[in-house]
């Protein structure tokens, strides 16, 4: 099983999000306080990368080895923002 605090299910495959609109993306890391800064839902830019809201972007080259993404995610049941998509 993957690494996720928030991502739903099992983490898409490369080729499942080059063609998604919309991701929710868990970092790879050890660092928590980083990864909580840097998950949540990202936009797919010409099948490079994916970028949020607040301009971090994660290259599709890298996927699997710095990051992870998920169809949908769920929220800790005092953190019911965590998976907000009021952005989209």
């Given at each position: 099983m993957?690494?996720?605090?928030?991502?739903s299910g099992e983490p898409l495959i490369k080729i499942e999000v080059e063609y998604k609109n919309t991701v929710w993306v868990e970092p790879i890391t050890l660092d928590t306080q980083l990864s909580m800064e840097l998950r949540g839902w990202y936009h797919l830019y010409e099948k490079r990368l994916v970028q949020n809201e607040f301009g971090h972007r994660f290259y599709l080259d890298t996927y699997g080895v710095k990051w992870l993404a998920f169809d949908d995610c769920f929220g800790a049941e005092d953190n019911t923002e965590a998976c907000s998509r009021s952005d989209l």
């Open positions: 993957a690494y996720s605090l928030y991502g």
